[in-house]
């Protein structure tokens, strides 16, 4: 007997997870229409059907979310009895970056604003089409982050308390944090209320190849391999913020598509935690990416926005509930890293060939259909 193709959105399908998480489930045969503002940047998209657009927009939300088979693509006029929705929607999109652009306050009123619209919107538009349909398909799976966790379990930078039971009382330290704290609750609503179906996952410092490297809104790993590769090859001095004894854990991308696929497949809401348990001071990050690239690399600690003292992954409930760990260590990660970047540095470009353009649907359409 032919099993169905499953069919997924991806949203935030041209970001550093988003993109990865098309692949993967590429890989498993599912339909995938890839949703962004922009494409991917550094390889190209394998979604059967990319739309860029806006998700904050409440008509281009509405009409993202539903999927027309055989019938046509994202733009084809169908009737409302035609639309289905899709079995599974994996929600990334999101205004962030790394401490630079979240830490600073700059950028506040943004990121709780388009962040929270986003998923108002994909649960508000969800719902209203499992009433039309008078069913309850979709699974939405939303990536929240550690940063929902309270400031003042994070204080000490040997010992921070990421355990999913001491999210309340409630005290992320950015405005990032609470918003991330704010759309899990949304979900666990709409999931309470409506019955739709929901996986939440708290990511930890996420890494690895194809992610942003520089610009301001690449995050620690990336930025400190950028750092490093710029040196010559004798080595030098590179600038780490604060006195580098901050903690974090990271986790290569690779691994995190991995545990966030098996949740989405089991019967198990969450919030979990997916991330490494293998903590490490800032300072010893710049050491392990110094090894990596075999340069002799001394530190210039300068001030610059910090988050949390302290912050590591604590996988207790994940291997529990989802008998998934992470497998690969820390400098193996930034070896992957700082190998593409320094690829990156090169300057070679990426070319999307002709056939490939056919899955890319630019925003210039959807501005003509919304006209």
Not at 258 to 284: C, H, K
Request: glycine share 8%; net charge negative.
């Amino acid at each position: 007997m032919e099993t169905e193709t499953k069919k997924a959105l991806v949203c935030g399908a041209g970001g550093f997870i988003g993109s990865h998480m098309v692949k993967r489930l590429k890989s498993e045969g599912y339909w995938v229409r890839g949703v962004d503002i922009k494409t991917p940047e550094f390889s190209l998209t394998e979604a059967d059907e990319f739309v860029i657009g806006d998700l904050t927009d409440q008509r281009f939300a509405e009409r993202v979310v539903k999927y027309k088979g055989e019938l046509g693509n994202f733009y084809s006029n169908v009737s409302e009895e035609e639309l289905e929705p899709f079995d599974e929607i994996y929600q990334f999109a999101a205004d962030m970056g790394g401490a630079g652009y979240i830490f600073t306050g700059e950028h506040d009123a943004d990121v709780m604003n388009n962040s929270a619209s986003i998923n108002i919107n994909i649960a508000r538009y969800v719902k209203e089409l499992n009433e039309r349909k008078k069913l309850n398909k979709t699974k939405i799976f939303f990536s929240s982050s550690a940063c929902m966790y309270p400031e003042h379990n994070q204080l000490d930078p040997n010992t921070p308390d990421c355990r999913e039971e001491t999210a309340y009382p409630a005290n992320p330290d950015s405005e990032y944090g609470w918003e991330k704290l704010f759309s899990e609750r949304l979900y666990l609503s709409y999931s309470r209320n409506y019955g739709i179906p929901v996986r939440i996952a708290r990511y930890h410092n996420i890494f690895g190849p194809e992610g942003t490297w520089n610009g301001g809104r690449e995050k620690a790993p990336a930025a400190i391999c950028r750092k490093v590769a710029e040196l010559p090859k004798d080595g030098g001095t590179i600038e780490v913020w604060g006195d580098g004894l901050q903690t974090r854990s990271f986790l290569l991308v690779d691994e995190c598509v991995e545990a966030t696929y098996r949740l989405v497949q089991s019967d198990f809401t969450g919030p979990v935690n997916i991330g490494s348990e293998e903590m490490v001071s800032i300072n010893e990050l710049v050491d392990i990416a110094a090894k990596v690239s075999g340069k002799k690399v001394e530190k210039n600690h300068i001030e610059g926005p910090l988050g949390v003292r302290g912050r590591n992954s604590n996988n207790d409930l994940i291997r529990e509930k989802l008998n998934w760990d992470y497998t690969m260590s820390l400098e193996q990660g930034i070896k992957k890293t700082y190998d593409w970047i320094n690829h990156q540095m090169g300057n070679i470009p990426v070319v999307i060939q002709p056939e490939e353009k056919e899955k890319i649907t630019f925003v210039s359409r959807f501005m003509n259909w919304m006209n």
